[in-house]
């Protein structure tokens, strides 16, 4: 019998948070709570992936003792763009 690989979760940005939204993200549920989340570019990447909302993956964080994320190179060059605008006064809100 095969081991089953164990999944990428993806902390998303629920939608209603009025924050930086990536150019290209898509709206998506929970796979816990099926609250709306944007999911970037990026995370389209990542294989064998749950895509969960800050809350369910906080709790499940805190639940677990973690402490620490991992963040992809193409999700440091989507952070990298956001405070290049932000520094260049060409930020834009959640487009919700």
Request: charged share 25%; net charge negative.
């Amino acid at each position: 019998m095969a081991e089953e690989e164990e999944k990428t979760v993806l902390i998303c940005m629920p939608i209603n948070f009025n924050g930086y939204v990536v150019p290209g993200s898509l709206k998506v549920k929970c796979d816990r709570c099926s609250e709306l989340v944007w999911v970037a570019p990026s995370g389209w990447l990542v294989p064998n992936k749950d895509i969960i909302c800050w809350h369910c993956g906080f709790a499940e964080m805190e639940k677990e003792g973690t402490t620490t994320v991992r963040v992809t190179p193409a999700q440091l060059e989507e952070i990298e763009e956001y405070r290049r605008q932000k520094q260049g006064g060409h930020y834009e809100p959640n487009p919700r």
